[in-house]
């Protein structure tokens, strides 16, 4: 936790508190309802139209979950190229970050590993709310590869069906 006392300036300690409070959307609500309160209604109104949310657009298709649940449930990381794992390190701090279980695995050697990491996901007991799967490698023609399969010619791939199959209830 940042000291704002410590804060070079006057200046910057009103952005940090600023962008703590703005962090939450109660909060920046909160906020502008003291600043109107306060007779300050002008930038009341700034604050509330950058705080603004997109309403959701419904259609026949929409549907809408619930997400509260902490762990929100499993985010599964899959890495192929080794060189890349720093970017699933990324991916992983953000999803945490969401409240996800993030698993990252990096060069499995084959598709069918990879095929039997995602059996045994699938098949697991699931108390969350969400699952969230990203793969980082080479893949072509809605296939993905397993580790060293970068040839359009290998035959180390994974449909990417056949994985949305096994989560697909």
Known sequence: MINI??????????????????NERDNCNKLADMLEESGQKIAADKLRKFNKSETLMESDTTHTFKMDSNP???????????ELFKEAKRFEFILT????????????????????VLDDLANDKHDGDAFFLMFIGHGYQDKICGYGGDSVFSKNELSINCILDKFSE
């Open 5 to 22: 006392l410590k804060l070079p300036s006057k200046e910057e300690m009103k952005v940090r508190i600023f962008s703590v409070i703005a």
């Open 72 to 82: 929100r449930e499993k985010a599964l990381i899959i890495v192929n190229i080794p």
């Open 97 to 116: 970050k969401l409240h996800f279980d993030v698993q990252p695995i990096c060069a499995l050697k084959s598709s069918k590993d990879l095929d039997k």
